[in-house]
T-cell receptor, first 114, second 114 residues
Framework: KQEVTQIPAALSVPEGENLVLNCSFT??????LQWFRQDPGKGLTSLLL?????REQTSGRLNASLDKSSGRSTLYIAASQPGDSATYLC?????????????FGKGTKLSVIP | DVKVTQSSRYLVKRTGEKVFLECVQD?????MFWYRQDPGLGLRLIYF???????EKGDIPEGYSVSREKKERFSLILESASTNQTSMYLC?????????????FGSGTQLSVL
């Protein structure tokens, strides 16, 4: 069974710190990997999408990387701010999955302390 | 920007009631999805559709049905609501393509079945 794992489940950092969120997956045959942000009681917002042919994507203070051979993706957040506090989820689209069925991790809840 | 609108933020229903959750997207996306999100279990796919009048079962379709009569609208139906269907329900949409398509979510409906 294809799985996506995010460890740790929760992370607390002081404001201004650079941080890395981790995502691992069990099958290297993926089409893409997305990172999402979810605020409490809200839906998910797509932050970055990395195609299987890419190694990283950047948007502002966010940088996501993909290493298929090791089954890992990371989301790097530079100069963290209290407004970055949210749950971050990664999701993989595996090759052979029917009709764009993403497999989601359970998320890392990030708290940035002022 | 893509907008995915779910008709209700909060719903409270009685056991045995028939419940309709509505979702509308404004970007002409072919693919639409219904997920439920529960603490500790993450997001689980209930049903999805990649064309009008087309539907496919996800991981947990039991107790649910869907309707897609128009491209922009995807409805989730709880035929006879039960307490174990208390959850956050999330609708999402995407365009078809080659694996570079972001998934866009609505704000969610928190359903309580009493």
């Amino acid at each position: 069974k294809q799985e996506v794992t995010q460890i740790p489940a929760a992370l607390s950092v002081p404001e201004g710190e650079n941080l890395v969120l981790n995502c691992s997956f069990t099958d290297s045959a993926i089409y893409n990997l997305q990172w999402f942000r979810q605020d409490p009681g809200k839906g998910l917002t797509s932050l970055l999408l990395i195609q299987s042919s890419q190694r990283e994507q950047t948007s502002g203070r966010l940088n996501a990387s993909l290493d298929k051979s090791s089954g890992r993706s990371t989301l790097y957040i530079a100069a963290s701010q209290p407004g970055d506090s949210a749950t971050y989820l990664c999701a993989a689209l595996f090759s052979g999955a029917g009709s764009y069925q993403l497999t989601f991790g359970k998320g890392t809840k990030l708290s940035v302390i002022p | 920007d893509v907008k995915v609108t779910q008709s209700s933020r909060y719903l409270v229903k009685r056991t045995g009631e028939k419940v309709f959750l509505e979702c509308v997207q404004d970007m002409d996306h072919e693919n639409m999805f219904w997920y439920r999100q529960d603490p500790g279990l993450g997001l689980r796919l209930i049903y999805f559709s990649y064309d009008v009048k087309m539907k496919e079962k996800g991981d947990i379709p039991e107790g649910y049905s869907v309707s897609r009569e128009k491209k922009e609208r995807f409805s989730l139906i709880l035929e006879s609501a039960s307490t174990n269907q208390t959850s956050m329900y999330l609708c999402a949409s995407s365009s078809p393509g080659t694996g570079n398509e972001k998934l866009f979510f609505g704000s969610g409906t928190q359903l309580s079945v009493l």
